[in-house]
């Protein structure tokens, strides 16, 4: 063998032994620092061609991940909700860490999806009807909570599964606990505290604690008394027989004092 | 009858910067008037502008597609930078027989192979900085636009409702990370140069050093998946392993380098875990490159 080539295959040899604890440290740390946590596995193979399987693999992985996110927008426009799960999951299992689309997949899902299964002529009674825009709810939710798996610290998914929560499945004290997520996020929106509070006051048996937030929340000043909270703290003082000394309203009236 | 003044020989350097800066801008200067490589860079450019188009397909997710494509682009495009223009380097020079004219003069082959690669590192640079403009400007152009779209659709909401989105949209504009993003493509395009320099100093033809980089860059995508095989697993036979310690010995784990596709979407890099994934890139460099000079210190030409 060339001399040289020995020599250079000889360095390798040696860099390589010495380069592989290194790499597996770094891979570690990265791993646990929440990059490169898309599972490119055989499942994954299954769902894409093998010339994007090969593109998401060498760097690519956000373009794939867009350019299935096409085909969703496509599939949204044509109303043909049935494929949509398995595109949503495979956009999301991409690109985990992108707070975005676990945001609109969830939309498509609990809102539009479950919307358009509730009044579709196609089946035939109400039960069913119900049964199959529930089932998009709950789509909307796993995703949602599989996205905050995937970014624990997102203010807007813990916001959205507070919403979902509230809105669809009426499950208030669940709610409360996601926005309460929501608010102590250092990126926290002025808002969340409060409808953490909000939610809280139609939590069944959690009336006392609803009613210590909404005071302390009044207690921070006029840009917290927005006309919900005025509501709920009026009727919580009728509920929980406040004296009447303690009372923001003094009499049944809604005149504030 | 006066005696000729006597000439004295200027001492020899065993290494020069000037001699090492002329060879490496006279390859960027031979590198930049091959169309091959403008076209490849008003392709780039003409993705990202053209991702202001594709952008508007989805709505609420303008600047994040914009983001990624362009940086997909400027991934695709220094890798086939660095892959063609080091590939064609020695051939070239073997061709026009300049490097039997540098070799000829008191030029060390270390001094020569360090200056043609400072020219290609110039060229991957020069590229990298001019798609990055394009796309600074791009995103800052959409993001104007962006912001007023959102400015019209929530102008009657209230400013505690409008704040969380005008500073998200902010802040995925202003992302001081998008520039390590743009560093770190620019190491793993001189790696993979490094790469094509060792491959090329062993091949005969630049074709074959285009296809086998080719190879090396998908295996250097698998490498980390044959490293944790390879560690976690015993009772594979021992073909396998012998074949499995093979890649990981002498491939580069280029996954290490894919972290664009995280920081894109505003996962924030640690300083410090960025300075070790450069940390590595520059080992893998050295080692590459230390490997072609000692292939190439000892070719005949």
Not at chain 1, 122 to 142: F, N, T, V
Not at chain 2, 53 to 82: E, H, N, P, R, Y
Not at chain 2, 108 to 126: A, H, Q, V
Request: aromatic content about 12%; hydrophobic content about 50%.
């Amino acid at each position: 063998m060339h001399r040289g080539l020995a020599a250079a295959l000889a360095l390798l040899l040696v860099a390589g032994v010495v380069k592989i604890p290194m790499e597996s440290a770094l891979d570690r740390d990265q791993q646990e620092a929440g990059f490169r946590t898309a599972e490119l596995d055989f499942d994954m193979r299954e769902r894409l061609t093998q010339m994007t399987f090969l593109a998401a693999l060498s760097g690519l992985r956000a373009l794939v991940a867009d350019m299935f996110w096409l085909k969703v927008f496509t599939r949204f426009e044509n109303a043909d909700w049935g494929r949509m799960p398995y595109l949503l999951d495979t956009v999301t299992s991409l690109q985990p860490r992108s707070e975005l689309f676990w945001d609109l997949a969830h939309w498509h899902m609990a809102y539009n999806a479950s919307s358009w299964a509730y009044h579709d002529s196609d089946l035939p009674s109400e039960a069913l009807r119900r049964k199959a825009q529930e089932e998009y709810w709950e789509l909307g939710r796993g995703l949602l909570e599989r996205g905050i798996k995937n970014n624990p610290d997102s203010r807007m998914l813990w916001e959205r599964l507070g919403g979902l929560l509230a809105d669809k499945f009426e499950d208030h004290c669940a709610a409360a606990e996601a926005w309460g997520q929501a608010a102590s996020q250092p990126d926290a929106s002025p808002y969340a505290k409060r409808f953490a509070a909000y939610e809280l006051a139609r939590c069944p048996g959690r009336e006392e604690e609803a009613y210590q937030r909404l005071m302390a929340l009044y207690q921070m000043g006029e840009r917290e008394r927005k006309p919900t909270l005025l509501r709920l703290l009026q009727e919580m003082e009728v509920e929980l027989d406040i004296p009447m000394e303690q009372r923001i309203y003094k009499d049944s009236s809604n005149s504030q004092e | 009858m006066s005696e000729a003044p006597r000439t004295e020989a200027l001492p020899h350097a065993f290494f020069s910067w000037n001699r090492l800066w002329a060879i490496a801008t006279n390859t960027l200067t031979e590198l930049v008037r091959l169309r091959v490589f403008y076209f490849l860079l008003i392709f780039a450019l003409l993705l990202i502008v053209g991702s202001l188009f594709w952008s508007k397909v989805t709505f609420q997710q303008q600047l994040q597609t914009l983001k990624d494509i362009s940086l997909g682009a400027m991934t695709i495009f220094s890798t086939l930078l660095a892959m063609l223009a080091t590939s064609m380097m020695l051939p070239k020079d073997m061709e026009d027989r300049t490097l039997y004219t540098i070799l000829a003069k008191p030029v060390p082959r270390f001094e020569y192979l360090m200056g043609k690669l400072t020219g290609i590192l110039l060229l991957l640079g020069l590229a990298i900085l001019a798609m990055s403009l394009v796309f600074g400007v791009t995103l800052g152009v959409r993001y104007f636009q962006v912001a007023q779209q959102l400015q019209g659709e929530l102008g009657g909401a209230t400013s505690e409702l409008m704040q969380p989105s005008v500073e998200a949209l902010r802040a995925e504009v202003f992302d001081p990370d998008l520039l390590i993003a743009i560093g770190l493509l620019y190491l793993k395009a001189a790696i993979f140069a490094a790469i094509t320099l060792f491959l090329s100093t062993i091949s005969s033809s630049w074709i074959f050093t285009v296809m086998m980089a080719a190879i090396v860059y998908l295996i250097g995508h698998f490498q980390g998946e044959a490293r944790e095989y390879l560690m976690l697993t015993s009772d594979g036979s021992w073909l396998t392993q012998g074949f499995l310690g093979v890649v990981v010995i002498l491939f580069p784990d280029l996954q290490l380098f894919n972290l664009v596709d995280d920081i894109v979407v505003g996962a924030g890099l640690p300083l410090s875990l960025a300075w070790k994934t450069i940390a590595l890139g520059v080992f893998y460099f050295f080692i590459y490159t230390a490997a072609s000079y000692l292939a190439f210190s000892s070719k005949e030409y």
